[in-house]
Protein backbone atom coordinates (compact mmCIF):
# COMPACT_ATOMS: atom_id res chain seq x y z
CA UNK A 1 0.00 0.00 0.00
CA UNK A 2 1.07 3.50 -1.12
CA UNK A 3 0.61 6.57 1.22
CA UNK A 4 1.65 9.95 1.76
CA UNK A 5 2.27 10.30 5.44
CA UNK A 6 2.28 13.88 5.79
CA UNK A 7 0.17 16.89 3.97
CA UNK A 8 -1.42 19.90 5.29
CA UNK A 9 -4.64 22.05 4.20
CA UNK A 10 -5.90 25.75 4.27
CA UNK A 11 -6.76 27.18 6.27
CA UNK A 12 -6.04 24.43 9.03
CA UNK A 13 -2.83 25.29 8.93
CA UNK A 14 -2.12 28.57 7.52
CA UNK A 15 1.32 27.75 5.98
CA UNK A 16 -0.72 25.60 3.13
CA UNK A 17 -2.51 27.12 0.03
CA UNK A 18 -3.75 23.26 -0.90
CA UNK A 19 -7.05 22.54 -0.10
CA UNK A 20 -7.97 18.89 1.13
CA UNK A 21 -9.77 18.74 -2.45
CA UNK A 22 -6.39 20.06 -4.12
CA UNK A 23 -4.31 17.54 -1.87
CA UNK A 24 -6.45 14.54 -2.73
CA UNK A 25 -6.71 15.04 -6.70
CA UNK A 26 -2.74 14.68 -6.41
CA UNK A 27 -2.88 11.33 -4.43
CA UNK A 28 -5.76 10.01 -6.45
CA UNK A 29 -3.41 11.57 -9.77
CA UNK A 30 -0.27 9.28 -8.31
CA UNK A 31 -1.76 6.21 -7.85
CA UNK A 32 -1.71 6.67 -3.55
CA UNK A 33 -3.70 4.52 -1.55
CA UNK A 34 -4.45 6.75 1.13
CA UNK A 35 -3.38 10.51 2.75
CA UNK A 36 -2.67 11.33 6.17
CA UNK A 37 -3.63 14.60 7.19
CA UNK A 38 -1.17 16.43 9.53
CA UNK A 39 -2.07 19.80 10.44
CA UNK A 40 0.33 21.82 12.75
CA UNK A 41 -0.69 20.81 16.23
CA UNK A 42 -4.27 20.53 15.61
CA UNK A 43 -6.04 17.21 14.70
CA UNK A 44 -9.05 16.97 12.71
CA UNK A 45 -12.07 15.97 14.67
CA UNK A 46 -12.45 11.75 13.75
CA UNK A 47 -15.73 12.65 12.12
CA UNK A 48 -15.05 15.67 10.05
CA UNK A 49 -11.71 13.66 8.51
CA UNK A 50 -14.29 10.48 8.06
CA UNK A 51 -17.18 13.06 6.13
CA UNK A 52 -14.25 14.10 4.29
CA UNK A 53 -13.22 11.38 3.47
CA UNK A 54 -16.81 10.04 2.37
CA UNK A 55 -17.25 13.50 0.43
CA UNK A 56 -14.18 13.42 -1.89
CA UNK A 57 -14.33 9.47 -1.69
CA UNK A 58 -10.81 8.60 -0.64
CA UNK A 59 -8.64 7.20 2.16
CA UNK A 60 -7.77 10.17 4.86
CA UNK A 61 -6.35 8.98 8.01
CA UNK A 62 -5.90 11.36 11.09
CA UNK A 63 -2.24 12.48 12.03
CA UNK A 64 -0.94 16.18 13.51
CA UNK A 65 2.61 17.88 13.21
CA UNK A 66 3.43 18.50 16.69
CA UNK A 67 5.64 21.57 17.91
CA UNK A 68 8.28 20.38 20.19
CA UNK A 69 11.22 21.50 22.09
CA UNK A 70 13.60 19.20 19.15
CA UNK A 71 11.29 20.81 16.86
CA UNK A 72 8.26 18.84 14.92
CA UNK A 73 7.09 15.44 15.54
CA UNK A 74 4.78 13.80 13.01
CA UNK A 75 2.20 12.07 15.66
CA UNK A 76 -0.10 8.87 14.39
CA UNK A 77 -2.43 7.47 16.84
CA UNK A 78 -4.42 8.78 20.35
CA UNK A 79 -2.40 11.23 22.73
CA UNK A 80 -3.51 11.71 26.11
CA UNK A 81 -2.96 15.64 27.04
CA UNK A 82 -4.96 18.09 25.07
CA UNK A 83 -2.51 19.28 21.86
CA UNK A 84 -2.47 23.06 23.14
CA UNK A 85 -0.66 22.13 26.17
CA UNK A 86 1.76 21.04 23.82
CA UNK A 87 4.54 18.49 24.21
CA UNK A 88 8.31 18.21 24.98
CA UNK A 89 10.32 15.15 22.96
CA UNK A 90 10.30 13.82 26.44
CA UNK A 91 7.26 13.71 27.65
CA UNK A 92 5.94 12.89 23.99
CA UNK A 93 7.99 9.39 24.17
CA UNK A 94 7.22 8.64 27.85
CA UNK A 95 3.30 8.60 26.79
CA UNK A 96 3.54 6.79 23.55
CA UNK A 97 5.69 4.03 25.73
CA UNK A 98 2.53 3.08 27.14
CA UNK A 99 0.42 3.85 24.23
CA UNK A 100 0.82 1.79 20.02
CA UNK A 101 0.95 5.50 18.61
CA UNK A 102 3.87 6.54 16.79
CA UNK A 103 6.00 9.35 16.40
CA UNK A 104 7.87 10.05 12.87
CA UNK A 105 10.98 12.36 12.60
CA UNK A 106 9.95 14.73 9.83
CA UNK A 107 12.55 17.41 7.79
CA UNK A 108 15.14 15.72 11.00
CA UNK A 109 18.00 17.99 10.11
CA UNK A 110 16.32 21.21 9.09
CA UNK A 111 17.99 22.78 12.12
CA UNK A 112 21.38 21.55 11.34
CA UNK A 113 21.72 21.46 7.73
CA UNK A 114 18.57 23.28 6.39
CA UNK A 115 17.87 26.22 4.22
CA UNK A 116 18.44 28.53 6.77
CA UNK A 117 21.14 26.99 8.94
CA UNK A 118 23.18 26.58 5.72
CA UNK A 119 22.65 30.57 4.90
CA UNK A 120 23.87 31.15 8.22
CA UNK A 121 26.50 29.88 7.81
CA UNK A 122 26.42 26.29 9.92
CA UNK A 123 28.49 23.78 9.49
CA UNK A 124 26.56 20.56 8.75
CA UNK A 125 26.82 17.97 11.11
CA UNK A 126 28.12 14.41 10.06
CA UNK A 127 26.24 11.31 9.77
CA UNK A 128 27.79 10.31 13.54
CA UNK A 129 26.33 13.43 15.05
CA UNK A 130 22.97 13.07 13.24
CA UNK A 131 22.59 9.41 14.35
CA UNK A 132 23.46 10.47 18.29
CA UNK A 133 20.71 13.46 18.04
CA UNK A 134 18.43 11.88 20.76
CA UNK A 135 15.75 12.83 18.26
CA UNK A 136 16.88 10.23 16.04
CA UNK A 137 16.84 7.49 18.64
CA UNK A 138 13.40 7.44 20.03
CA UNK A 139 10.86 7.98 17.63
CA UNK A 140 9.69 4.99 15.37
CA UNK A 141 10.66 5.98 12.20
CA UNK A 142 12.68 9.23 10.28
CA UNK A 143 10.86 11.08 7.11
CA UNK A 144 14.04 10.66 4.93
CA UNK A 145 12.83 13.01 1.98
CA UNK A 146 10.07 15.39 1.45
CA UNK A 147 9.56 18.64 -0.87
CA UNK A 148 10.20 20.82 2.01
CA UNK A 149 13.91 19.32 2.30
CA UNK A 150 16.93 20.00 0.31
CA UNK A 151 18.98 17.64 -1.36
CA UNK A 152 21.78 18.04 0.85
CA UNK A 153 19.16 17.15 4.03
CA UNK A 154 18.21 13.83 1.87
CA UNK A 155 22.03 12.67 1.25
CA UNK A 156 23.13 13.90 5.12
CA UNK A 157 20.36 12.23 6.28
CA UNK A 158 20.76 9.02 3.84
CA UNK A 159 24.25 8.63 5.37
CA UNK A 160 23.19 8.75 8.86
CA UNK A 161 20.21 6.31 8.11
CA UNK A 162 23.53 3.89 6.86
CA UNK A 163 25.40 4.82 10.17
CA UNK A 164 22.35 4.26 12.41
CA UNK A 165 19.92 2.52 10.74
CA UNK A 166 16.14 3.35 11.56
CA UNK A 167 12.98 2.07 9.86
CA UNK A 168 12.44 5.76 7.04
CA UNK A 169 9.47 6.56 5.06
CA UNK A 170 9.15 9.28 2.37
CA UNK A 171 6.39 12.41 2.83
CA UNK A 172 5.64 15.12 0.98
CA UNK A 173 4.88 17.62 3.28
CA UNK A 174 2.82 19.40 0.91
CA UNK A 175 2.04 23.26 1.75
CA UNK A 176 0.52 23.49 -2.19
CA UNK A 177 -1.31 21.88 -4.99
CA UNK A 178 1.17 19.43 -6.93
CA UNK A 179 3.57 18.07 -4.14
CA UNK A 180 1.38 15.15 -2.80
CA UNK A 181 3.03 11.75 -3.14
CA UNK A 182 6.24 13.32 -4.88
CA UNK A 183 7.43 11.18 -2.31
CA UNK A 184 5.26 8.39 -0.03
CA UNK A 185 5.74 5.45 1.76
CA UNK A 186 5.32 1.94 1.24
CA UNK A 187 3.47 -0.11 4.06
CA UNK A 188 3.82 -3.98 3.85
CA UNK A 189 -0.11 -3.94 4.31
CA UNK A 190 -3.05 -2.20 4.07
CA UNK A 191 -4.62 0.28 6.62
CA UNK A 192 -7.74 2.01 7.42
CA UNK A 193 -6.63 3.70 10.70
CA UNK A 194 -4.52 5.99 12.43
CA UNK A 195 -4.28 3.03 14.95
CA UNK A 196 -3.28 0.89 12.03
CA UNK A 197 -1.18 2.73 10.75
CA UNK A 198 0.58 3.67 14.03
CA UNK A 199 1.02 -0.65 14.53
CA UNK A 200 2.98 -0.74 10.90
CA UNK A 201 5.27 2.38 11.64
CA UNK A 202 6.06 1.00 15.00
CA UNK A 203 7.04 -2.46 13.78
CA UNK A 204 8.98 -1.32 11.17
CA UNK A 205 7.28 -2.03 8.40
CA UNK A 206 7.90 1.04 6.32
CA UNK A 207 9.81 2.25 3.65
CA UNK A 208 10.19 5.17 1.34
CA UNK A 209 8.97 5.00 -2.05
CA UNK A 210 10.29 5.95 -5.56
CA UNK A 211 9.75 9.33 -6.30
CA UNK A 212 6.78 10.24 -8.27
CA UNK A 213 7.38 13.46 -9.76
ZN1 LIG B 1 7.36 20.50 9.88
ZN1 LIG C 1 4.67 19.57 7.79
Not at 1 to 27: F, G, K, Q, Y
Not at 134 to 149: D, F, G, N, R
Not at 194 to 210: K, Q, W
Request: with cysteine; aromatic share 4%.
Amino acid sequence: MLIDLHAHTTPRSNCSRATLEELVADARARGLDALCITEHDVRWPDDELADASRLVDFPLISGVELTTDVGHVLVFGPLRKPLWMGYRLDELVDECEESDTALVLPHPLRRYAGERAVRGGRVPPTAEEIAALPQWEVVHAIEAASTQTTALEHTLTAAALTVAPRPSVGASDAHAPGRVGTYATELDRAVHTAEELATEIRAGHVRPARFRA
